[in-house]
């Protein structure tokens, strides 16, 4: 039986190294310091019921190594693990994207080509893949032990995660945080595959509607087109080329247009309002599913004209742009 799950992704020993040597440095001082007790504990026993302990003063040098050795020690931990912690909080550029939604108790993910699966995920090895998540209801975990990943997903928020498999194989995906009866079979699996296994898994399933065109019908269902059309003098601000750039709002501040800041302005307009505009648009919480939050937000992303990097985003994009202009009034 093996004790670690194998590394199967770009960062897994990144984040090996340090848990190896969080470990380490406990198992010594555990083992130090229980041997130190039990040694001086026969050492310095009483030999005699009138035996008198005798007085010791304190060893400065004693006291400042004591001091300063574990502090050197816990000081390397900290910018150690906060350097691991940043890598895995910072997609590189050029990740394919792919949308997330824990359910009780099911995973649902959409590709950006509009392939679908339920409780499985196909990806290219060598590609890093960006994952945003959303909850319909409890929070739950997205956890694939052999990528050493592992992301809360919180009702109500965008979580945005990534990952680059490195070795071919089959992995577990389970559901890390405790969601009612049916947790524990929350679980599917990871296929990580070579780049031609992945093109040929993706030529032999029949994807639907991308997730970009799915979001453009929505856009329109909800009447969202009315305010939001590209036209001048319209009641709400366009939404081309929005999103990853700098918003101005009326309270003064400047924020940047992410996923995060589209899901809020859908569920809750109010909170962020953009400059210039009146306060008018009414919320759409509990009238959008947050998996049609997360194909809205897929079209917002796809109206922005910069577009990706790396060869299997691109490759998907043209194919979401043509169907867009096919929905869009
Ligand atoms: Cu979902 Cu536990």
């Excluded at 998540?133 to 739950?140: K, L, N, P």
């Amino acid at each position: 039986m093996e004790i670690f799950p194998q590394q199967a992704s770009s960062y897994a020993t990144h984040v090996d190294a340090l848990y190896g040597f969080l470990i380490a440095v406990t198992a010594f001082f555990s083992i130090l310091i229980g041997t130190l007790v039990v040694y001086f504990a026969i050492k310095y026993r009483r030999r005699s019921p009138d035996e008198i302990a005798t007085e010791i003063h304190e060893s400065t040098v004693l006291e400042i190594t004591w001091t300063v050795i574990p502090l050197g020690l816990v000081l390397i931990m900290f910018f150690w693990g906060a350097s691991v912690f940043f890598r895995l909080s910072r997609p590189p550029a050029g990740a394919v994207d792919i949308y997330v939604t824990g359910k009780q108790w099911m995973w649902k993910i959409q590709h950006p080509d509009g392939h679908r699966e339920m409780n499985e995920l196909h990806v290219p090895i060598g590609q890093t893949v960006r994952l945003t998540m959303a909850s319909e209801d409890v929070i739950h975990s997205f956890f694939i032990p052999a990528f050493r990943m592992k992301r809360d997903i919180v009702p109500g928020r965008i979580s945005i995660a990534w990952f680059e498999a490195t070795k071919a194989g089959r992995y577990h995906l389970f559901c890390a945080e405790y969601c009612g009866t049916r947790h524990s079979g929350m679980i599917g699996w990871i296929y990580a595959m070579t780049p031609s296994d992945y093109q040929a898994w993706l030529a032999g399933g029949t994807p639907g509607e991308s997730l970009a065109a799915a979001g453009a019908k929505r856009f329109v269902e909800h009447a969202c087109n009315t305010c939001h059309g590209d036209v001048p003098g319209a009641r709400g601000p366009s939404l081309a080329g929005l999103f990853g750039k700098q918003v101005h709002l009326a309270d003064g501040r400047t924020i940047v247009a992410d996923e995060s800041y589209i899901r809020e302005s859908i569920v809750n307009p109010q909170a962020k309002l953009v400059s210039g505009y009146p306060p008018i648009m009414p919320t759409f919480q509990g009238l959008i599913s947050e998996e049609g939050i997360l194909q809205l937000v897929a079209y917002v992303k796809s109206l922005s004209s910069a577009p990706p990097a790396g060869a299997a985003a691109s490759a998907a994009l043209p194919a979401a742009r043509e169907e867009r202009k096919t929905v869009r009034p």
